[in-house]
């Protein structure tokens, strides 16, 4: 079964986010900060599909940082950014990494993560 982490600081969101992902079938773990995702990718790098990472987490790493380290550990890692700026992820984030602008539709981020887990 398909592993996501979810990295976003806001909890209302993240748990929202995790509801739609889990009712696709996928297992998700969920971090509010760069420090909860690292302790993720530090047990589970090698079962990672998927990181969905809001950019902004408020102190500490942003989830381009996030996703550096999550491919440094696992290269395979897709990469899905969520924020409500407007960003060059080309300059900013890793390579293929796909930016999803808040507000967005839950169905069709669930459906993009699906599809990159190969579902």
């Known amino acids: 079964m398909p592993v996501v982490l979810l990295v976003e600081d ?3 969101v993240r748990k929202v986010i995790e509801t739609a992902l889990t009712e696709r079938g ?3 773990r969920a971090a509010a900060d760069d420090r909860a995702a690292q302790r993720v ?14 950019v902004n987490l ?3 790493a942003t989830g381009f ?3 550096r380290k999550a491919r440094r550990l696992n290269p395979r890692v897709e ?9 060059n992820v080309q300059r900013f984030g890793v390579e293929g990494g796909v930016l999803f602008p808040k507000p967005f539709n839950l169905d ?7 599809t990159l887990t190969g579902g």
């Not at 990718?41 to 809001?54: F, M």
């Not at 069709?108 to 699906?114: E, G, R, T």
Request: zero cysteines; aromatic letters at 2%.
């Open 108 to 114: 069709d981020l669930a459906d993009m993560v699906v």
């Open 65 to 67: 940082d996030v996703a």
């Open 26 to 28: 996928l297992v998700v």
């Open 10 to 12: 806001d909890p209302d």
């Open 41 to 54: 990718l530090d047990r589970e790098a090698g079962q990672i599909s998927v990181l969905v990472a809001d």
């Open 58 to 60: 408020g102190v500490g």
């Open 79 to 87: 990469v899905v950014y969520i924020t409500g700026q407007a960003l």
